[in-house]
Nanobody
Framework: QVQLVESGGGLVQAGGSLRLSCAVS????????MGWFRRAPGKEREFVAG????????YYADSVKGRFTISRDNAKNTLYLQMNSLKPEDTAVYYC?????????????????WGQGTQVTVSS
C-alpha cells in the first residue's frame, strides 16, 4: 500500500512563499509519475504541476507557470512544490498524487494514489 502525506501548507500573505512536501511510502517512488492538484472552495480539482519519475520532465498549469516549481528527491521519497509570488486565487487544498498509468499528467486518471491534502490560504 502506497501512502502519500502532504505537509507545509498554511496561511501566507499575497506575494509570499510556501514550500509543500509530499512524503511517499514504499521503495518504488522513482517509478511513479507525480503531480500536484488543488481544489478551491466551490471549484473542481485542477492540475497544478507534474513531474516524471526521474525528475527530468516537468509540466505546469498556465496559472502557476513561472511562480511554482515542482521537484522530487528520489533518495528521500519526497515530492516538493515551491510556491512563490502567491496570490489570493491560489487559496485551495493542495493534493499530491502518484501513479504509473499512461496518459497526460494533467488528468487525474494518470494517478493511482492520493494524499489527504494540505490547506494553503493566501490573504490579500
Amino acid at each position: 500500500q502506497v501512502q502519500l502525506v502532504e505537509s507545509g501548507g498554511g496561511l501566507v500573505q499575497a506575494g509570499g512563499s510556501l514550500r509543500l512536501s509530499c512524503a511517499v511510502s514504499g521503495r518504488t517512488f522513482s517509478r511513479y509519475a507525480m503531480g500536484w492538484f488543488r481544489r478551491a472552495p466551490g471549484k473542481e480539482r485542477e492540475f497544478v504541476a507534474g513531474i516524471s519519475g526521474s525528475g527530468g520532465i516537468t509540466y505546469y498549469a498556465d496559472s502557476v507557470k513561472g511562480r511554482f516549481t515542482i521537484s522530487r528527491d528520489n533518495a528521500k521519497n519526497t515530492l516538493y512544490l515551491q510556491m512563490n509570488s502567491l496570490k489570493p486565487e491560489d487559496t485551495a487544498v493542495y493534493y499530491c498524487a502518484g501513479g504509473t498509468n499512461g496518459g497526460s499528467y494533467y488528468y487525474t486518471q494518470k494517478y493511482d494514489y492520493w494524499g489527504q491534502g494540505t490547506q494553503v490560504t493566501v490573504s490579500s
